[in-house]
C-alpha cells in the first residue's frame, strides 16, 4: 500500500489461502489531500478503509 503525497509506503506479503488483518494509523499534524494506492496480483482479494 502506498500513501501519497505522505511518501508512505507499507509493504504486505500475501500467503496463499491465509486471511490476514492489518491495522494502520497514522495521526498527522493537518489536513492532508492525498491517495491510497495497492498493488496486488489479480487472484488477491483485499478491503481498504480510509477514514479522516
Known sequence: MHVEPVGLA??????????TETL?????SMPVEGSVRVEAPSGVRWALTVAQ
Open 10 to 19: 507499507l509493504p504486505q506479503r500475501c500467503v496463499g489461502h491465509e486471511v
Open 24 to 28: 494502520h494509523r497514522f495521526d498527522l
